[in-house]
Each structure stands twice: as C-alpha cells, then as structure tokens.
C-alpha cells in the first residue's frame, strides 16, 4: 500500500539498549521528518532530511541518531535509551519541508 | 525560530454547539499554517491549510480557519460540532527560511458532550 508507514507499532526496552524505529515512505518526497510526542509538549522535532545523505538536527536531537542512505527509508535509532525517551515516536514525509507533512502511524516506546 | 501557541489546553463543548480553538503563530514573514486533528492512537490528519491568498480556508470535515496577520493568529472554526470530533487538534507553522520543518503547537483536547 502507498504512504508512510512506521514499524514496529510498539516496542518495550530497557535502559542502555540500542533500539532502531523505522519508517518507510512509497511517495518519493524530498523530506522527511522525526517528531516525539510528549504531554504538554505536541509534537517536537528530532530530526529532519531534505534528501538522502542530508540529514540535520532538530529541537531534541540528543540521544537520537538518524541515517537516510535510501529516498524512502529515514530510520531513527537511540543509541543508549533512557527512560526520558519514553515516548510516542512519529514519522512524516513532505515535498518541501515546509508544506503539508504526511504522517506514520506512530510507534510507542517504552523505556523500563 | 517560528514558534506556535495553543493557549487552550482542553476544551469542552455541547454536541451541536460552535466551536473555536485558537492558534497564534510568531514568525517574521508571511507564515505557511497547517491544522491537523489526531484521534486516539492514531497519527495526524490534516484538516486544513494555508499558504497564500484569501485569509478565510476551507477544510475537510466542515472545519474552517482564518488567517490574521494583524494578530498573528490563525483560529480554526466549526459551526457545529459533532461528538466524533472529539479529538486533539494540534496548529502548525511553516517558514520558507531556516529549518525547514512544520513546527507544531502543544494541542487542544476536544471533549463533545452529548
């Protein structure tokens, strides 16, 4: 099926573990995006890429690395997770960063 | 830095009442405005957007919006609200310099009493 699509759905961790969440987009488009859902925060920027190998930070990179050697794939990967890193993870595409912004599904994670 | 405020957390309205959630924006120019709704568990869907032109934009769902640039706002409106509107509504700025990436507003819960 044609979209954005993130996997897995939910994932349980513990501390100190390296954890990968993908997304996969059939669209084609130039950006895509990382953004952490948090209560009182909406949606915060982790992450964006204007194309592939271009990658750069967004408001709360720290943590969080990201890698885009493919136009559909922008996996996002903590590298030591933390329990601050508890979360509801979302995917996006867009044309230009700066229009309309397709969204995954999400993917909770918990960090126990 | 665009930057985005919801000054309502949480609002509560009557089933068939009118409904306004408001949004102001900062951002030197003329800013590119999202409206997205995300019900429960599910991600966001955009209900409306503007970029340029007639301040008064149309969306899916009978929402609509209105670009002030006098007040830096860009509140989203229905006449009548439906209890399957329920849901959080989350505004968002676009700016054709610097980062360049929706940034989002903190998000209004919409409650609908029957």
């Known amino acids: 099926d044609a979209g954005i699509t993130q996997s897995p759905r939910y994932k349980i961790t513990e501390t100190g573990r390296q954890v990968t969440l993908m997304c996969h987009q059939t669209?084609?488009?130039?950006?895509m995006f990382w953004y952490r859902q948090d209560l009182g925060h909406g949606l915060r920027l982790i992450y964006y890429s204007a194309a592939a190998d271009i990658t750069d930070k967004g408001e709360v990179p720290d943590g969080y690395v990201v890698s885009r050697s493919k136009t559909e794939n922008f996996p996002l990967t903590l590298e030591s997770a933390t329990r601050s890193q508890t979360s509801v993870y979302f995917c996006a595409s867009s044309v230009e960063g700066n229009t309309e912004a397709f969204f995954g599904q999400g993917t909770r994670l918990t960090v126990v | 830095a665009q930057s985005v405020t919801q000054p309502d957390i949480h609002i509560t309205v009557s089933e068939g009442a009118s409904l306004e959630l408001r949004c102001n924006y900062s951002?030197?120019?003329?800013?590119?405005l999202f409206w997205y709704v995300q019900s429960p568990g599910q991600g966001l869907q955009l209900l409306l957007k503007y970029f340029s032109g007639d301040t008064l934009v149309q969306g899916i769902k009978g929402f609509e919006a209105e670009f002030k640039r006098s007040q830096s706002s860009f509140n989203l409106r229905k006449p009548s609200v439906h209890w399957s509107d329920a849901a959080e509504y989350f505004c968002?700025?676009?700016?054709?310099?610097?980062?360049?990436?929706?940034?989002f507003g903190s998000g209004t819960r919409l409650q609908v009493q029957p």
């Open positions: 669209w084609s488009h130039s950006y």
């Open positions: 968002a700025v676009g700016a054709d310099t610097g980062r360049r990436a929706l940034t």
């Open positions: 951002y030197g120019a003329t800013p590119y």
